[in-house]
């Protein structure tokens, strides 16, 4: 009896310890382990020991069948995505005030236009003034955009000054023609640009004109202008049919710390983002709100129509102070055709004459003054930001003269 029970001790012994050899195998016997483990969790024999080693280490995918390897990888997570570089801000710039830029560019001015006044010069400095004479100095004046009536009305004052006051030295002739082209130029409506904060709300300016003028450009220029001049601005993008109007908007904003109300899609309601323009102007009590409208031909009667709706989707807010109609000065008499019907639509209240330093003649501000009653309020006299300038009848008229 004693043998028999010393001999179920031995076997239980010789039994446990092959249980304790397949356990602590090496950890390079992943098959081995994982398999014997399997057996025992199914005998129930003993708890399932997990060493790091399952289907997911670098050996065991190695040794997977395909269709495992493809299951594994279509669980794992995606790669993140790269980061995007945002492009760095604009410096911050201080731009100078408005006061002066006329004349400072009065130099840049005269390079251009006084062709037109060397001419007159000449003609009228000729010591015998006859009917061919005058017919010259009226061409002149044509070429020079100034328009058919007004050139007649110029050279009839002319002609009368000269009988009347007889002599004409080279200082006297200069002084009439400058007086006759500054009365010319003059009007009595007021220049003034309606920028300042009043009644507890911004000045609200809307920019218009078609295609290719130069509006957005005008309206980053005219915001840099009142900045320098300390005021705070809001620009609205409502140029919604330009993809890149309202990112050159937003980077003219940026370099003067001006706020930029913009569309997060394109081809948006024009009307609403003027509308949140203000809004946002109005509730951050700016000084200006300046918005910039899509460039339409003036012959399509449903945009100019759309023009309209902006204008009125404004005034549920409030008022309109300025209407700036912006003219391409090298277009000549054809942007008379196009300031007509922009004056109907949504009443013009001041002209900016752009590009009036290249292949454009002076004339054209008598022109387009006389034509529609309404002033030319601002001049672009280059493409650097600082360029555009209030009009100072003065100076233009002794650019032109090249005084």
């Keep these: 009896m004693t043998a028999y029970i010393i001999l179920i001790v031995v076997v239980a012994v010789l039994l446990l310890g092959v249980g304790g050899t397949v356990l602590l195998r090496p950890r390079g016997m992943h098959g081995v382990r994982r398999g014997r483990a399997r057996e025992l969790d199914l005998t129930g024999s003993m708890p399932r020991v997990d060493d790091g080693s399952s289907a997911t280490t670098g050996t065991a995918t190695a040794t997977a069948p395909p269709e495992q390897r493809q299951a594994e990888q279509r669980q794992a997570p995606p790669e993140p ?29 005269a390079r251009s236009q006084s062709g037109f006044g060397s001419a007159l010069l000449a003609l009228l400095s000729r010591d015998r003034l006859d009917d ?36 004409r030295s080279t200082d ?29 709300r911004p000045a609200v300016v809307l920019v218009v004109g078609v295609n290719g003028t130069g509006k957005t450009t005008t309206c980053g220029k005219l915001a840099r202008s009142l900045v320098g001049d300390g005021q705070t601005v809001v620009l609205g993008a409502a140029d919604t049919f330009r993809a890149a109007a309202a990112d050159q908007l937003q980077t003219w904003g ?129 493409e650097g930001p600082d360029d555009l300038a209030p009009f100072d009848p003065a100076a233009f008229v002794d650019a032109i003269l090249g005084g």
């Design 172 to 200: 006297e002739v200069r002084e009439m023609l400058r007086t006759e082209l500054l009365a010319q130029v003059e009007t009595s409506a007021s220049r003034a640009l309606r920028t300042q904060r009043h009644e507890g």
């Design 81 to 109: 995505p790269e980061q995007r570089q945002v492009p760095p801000r604009p410096t911050l710039e201080k731009p100078p005030p408005s006061a002066g830029r006329m004349i400072r560019l009065r130099a840049r001015l």
């Design 254 to 382: 940026e370099r003067v710390g001006a706020e930029v109300v913009r569309s997060d899609k394109d081809g948006a309601d024009p009307a609403s983002v003027a509308f949140d323009a203000v809004s946002v102007g109005v509730e951050q009590e700016a000084d200006v709100v300046l918005i910039d409208t899509a460039g339409r031909l003036h012959t399509k009667n449903d945009l100019m129509d759309e023009l309209g709706k902006v204008k009125r989707v404004i005034e549920k807010r409030t008022a309109v102070d300025e209407v700036l109609l912006v003219l391409d000065a090298t277009t000549g008499q054809n942007g008379l055709r196009q300031a007509r019907v922009f004056a109907e639509v949504v009443d013009v209240t001041g002209i900016v004459l752009t590009k009036l330093d290249g292949t454009a003649k002076g004339g054209i501000v008598i022109a387009v003054q006389r034509e529609l009653g309404v002033p030319v309020k601002l001049v672009g006299l280059g």
């Design 132 to 167: 061919d004479t005058w017919d010259e100095i009226e061409e002149v004046l044509i070429t020079a955009d100034v328009g058919v009536t007004p050139a007649r009305q110029i050279t009839s004052d002319l002609r009368t000054k000269v009988k009347v006051e007889g002599t």
